[in-house]
């Protein structure tokens, strides 16, 4: 039985972030998680380096980012592992052609990777992905969403519109608050927000 006097515990998200034009939008995705109370947590590909530094991350999230494999902190438990067990929510935004591929597949190649390999049952798994618009409408990447979803992963879009590659159609990353709002849905279905 809990008392009135508990107070509850913040919310735990994960955002992983891979290596797409639309990485910028994650800054704004881990700023609109804390600025609801969420604790956050961010883990980025290789690939996302290439287009936005760990700085904001880790300003923002007010904790280390997850860059690689062999990132160790305190623990012995690597992080991948102990991110898994932490997490209330997962969200991945953006989520690149390759890194839902690798996870369709069971992949476990990198830090973000092997924590989407690690995850509990019971945690949220929420996908956002970019992509150019053939990306998104190839054979492969429509089997692996569909592989994704059967397991039940949430996705979020993509949204239609002007991409940076100079295309027009499907495949842009939906708007942070739609992904912000999804992922605090996904909470609030776990009485955790
Ligand atoms: C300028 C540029 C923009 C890219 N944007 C995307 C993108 O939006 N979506 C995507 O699936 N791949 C994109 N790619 C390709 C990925 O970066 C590439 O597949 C990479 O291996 C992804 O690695 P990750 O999934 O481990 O982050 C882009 C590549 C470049 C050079």
Redesign the pocket.
């Known amino acids: 039985m809990s008392s009135f006097l508990e107070t509850k515990r913040s919310p735990q998200v994960v955002v992983g972030v ?5 990485a910028h939008k994650a800054v704004d995705l881990v700023s609109f998680l804390v600025q609801r109370d969420c604790a956050v947590r961010v883990v980025m ?4 380096l290439r287009f936005v530094t760990e700085v904001p991350f880790k300003t923002l999230s007010r904790n280390p980012v997850v860059k690689d494999l062999y990132d160790t902190d305190e623990d012995w438990v690597p992080q991948h592992i102990s991110l898994a067990d932490w997490a209330d929510v997962v969200v991945i935004a ?1 989520a ?4 839902i591929a ?1 996870i369709a597949c069971g992949i476990a190649d ?1 830090a973000l990777t092997c924590l989407a390999l690690a995850l509990r049952p019971e945690t949220g798994f929420l996908i956002a992905p ?3 618009g053939r ?1 998104w409408s190839h054979e492969a990447t429509e089997e692996n969403v569909r592989i994704l979803t059967a397991r039940g992963v949430n996705m979020i879009g993509p949204a239609e519109g002007l991409q ?1 590659c100079g295309y027009s159609g499907k495949g842009r990353m939906s708007p942070v608050e739609e992904v912000g709002a999804q992922v605090m849905e996904m909470l609030r279905e776990r009485n955790l927000a």
């Not at 891979?18 to 639309?22: E, F």
């Not at 590909?45 to 996302?48: E, F, I, K, Q, V």
């Not at 690149?96 to 890194?99: E, F, K, Q, V």
């Open positions: 891979t290596g797409s034009i639309a590909t290789a690939d996302a953006p690149t052609a390759n890194t690798k990198n970019a992509m150019n990306m940076a």
